[in-house]
């Protein structure tokens, strides 16, 4: 049998009403972050530019944040976009990525189409996150450190995967959607920083929906699109690169979902800094308070996530959300990294711009410790006081985002495109998503509500 069809068998085998309860209650969390995150990016420049309306016509599907209509695709683009604009959703270990922001525009366009449930809409939305990082565990890490955006280049498997599930298709329509998503994965890491960058989880997200239907109408793709010499796996990864066999076990056993689980970013930037954000506050907040005395400033982390983007100073309010040195000196001034700090007036803040050139890196080689820091500070007389953070706060569920702080989260990236009674109501609803009659009571919701 081939990949595609061995990785669709895998998809109808999935059955929901066997999933551990703690799956669906982390769906609702993960799909209301991100949610909350396109609710926030709706207005930008980014979300501006990718609507084109020039280029669209008026359709059925809500955009979210903006009291308007667009067809199944065009709103799965634009929603994705805004999703990713301000790089604050989540992120996946396994997927070296973040999958919500890609599975979800696309399933949430399908599902108000087709006047979907909301608990066919969370059991899609599980198994398109299990699809994709299963997919993942098979080409990672060589995938990512190669120069892919596995967001996208992986992603696109799982929206494809969950919006193949909300049409209920056959295994050999899922193979078919997986074989087309194949040739239409794409996103170089060359474009982070940029705004580019969102458009990836915007094009990845259309495309697995797209992928999806050509699918349902009788599109075939080749059975051996994956393995072929000059298929994915070659292309993308190339020979000895990649391990099928990591691909096709372990499904559901447990869920991709509860372990190693989803993060739910705490900061509006980066995730492989986090932990040195986190590092950074426990400082301010402990032993350093003021940092006028702070003579040098050490991070150690693991070295994939001390990626050559991640080491530049900030020079722009964009590329300060991927710059470690201007997060962590945030947090040693500030005690805290917030939206507000990545708008173009607070880069010149001189107490973060001085604590930002004394920023020195380095990588550990433990790892057991991936996604953990060590900041090191040096007073001018000499003392020594040193943090060390295992796991950033919203690390799944070895650190899980209090209930509280999600909440907290939602509302405040709401609050941009939402009035504030509506941005509470939405995250109530979101709460119980999968007791929804339909997702078209969601949508009509936040369009009510909208600004």
């Given at each position: ?7 669709a068998a895998r ?26 995150c396109t609710l ?393 998503l999968d007791e ?16």
């Amino acid at each position: 049998m081939s990949l595609s069809r061995e990785l669709a068998a895998r998809v109808v085998a999935l059955d929901p009403n066997s999933f551990d309860p703690d799956a669906a209650k982390w769906a609702r969390n993960a799909i209301a972050d991100m949610i909350g995150c396109t609710l926030l990016g709706a207005p930008t420049d980014t979300t501006d530019a990718a609507r084109m309306p020039e280029l669209y016509g008026a359709g059925s599907c809500l955009v979210l944040g903006r009291r308007e209509r667009l067809g199944m695709l065009d709103a799965a683009f634009v929603n994705g976009t805004a999703g990713h604009a301000l790089d604050y959703d989540d992120t996946s270990k396994s997927l070296s990525g973040h999958p919500t922001v890609i599975i979800v525009p696309g399933l949430l366009a399908l599902a108000e189409m087709r006047g979907a449930s909301g608990k066919a809409f969370v059991d899609a939305y599980i198994i398109g996150v299990e699809a994709a990082t299963r997919f993942a565990r098979g080409v990672n890490f060589q995938h990512y450190e190669k120069g892919w955006h596995p967001t996208a280049t992986l992603g696109i498997f799982g929206a494809a995967v969950a919006a193949s599930v909300l049409m209920e298709l056959s295994q050999d329509e899922i193979a078919n959607a997986i074989s087309i998503s194949a040739s239409l994965a794409s996103g170089l890491k060359a474009n982070f920083g940029t705004s580019t960058k969102p458009l990836h989880a915007g094009i990845a997200a259309r495309n697995g929906l797209f992928a999806a239907l050509m699918a349902s109408k009788g599109v075939a793709g080749s059975p051996v699109a994956l393995e072929h010499p000059q298929g994915f796996l070659e292309v993308f990864n190339g020979a000895g690169n990649y391990n099928i066999d990591r691909m096709l076990t372990g499904w559901a056993e447990p869920l991709d979902l509860l372990a190693p689980g989803i993060s739910i970013k705490k900061y509006p930037c980066v995730y492989s800094v986090h932990g040195a954000i986190d590092a950074a506050i426990q400082l301010h907040d402990g032993p350093l308070g003021n940092t006028a005395a702070v003579t040098d400033v050490l991070v150690r982390m693991h070295p994939r996530r001390l990626l050559p983007h991640v080491r530049n100073p900030a020079t722009s309010a964009l590329n300060a959300k991927f710059s470690l040195p201007y997060a962590v000196a945030r947090g040693l001034v500030n005690g805290a990294v917030l939206l507000d700090h990545f708008e173009d007036a607070a880069l010149h803040d001189p107490s973060v711009t001085r604590i930002m050139g004394l920023i020195r890196m380095e990588p550990h080689d433990d790892d057991a410790n991936d996604y953990g820091a060590e900041v090191v500070v040096t007073l001018e007389d000499g003392t020594v006081l040193r943090q060390t953070v295992a796991a950033p706060l919203g690390r799944g569920p070895e650190a899980p985002l209090p209930q509280e702080m999600l909440e907290a989260k939602f509302i405040d990236c709401a609050r941009r495109s939402l009035t504030d009674d509506g941005a509470t109501k939405i995250f109530g609803q979101l709460m119980r998503l999968d007791e929804l009659p339909t997702i078209a009571d969601l949508t009509a919701a936040i369009e009510a509500a909208t600004l």
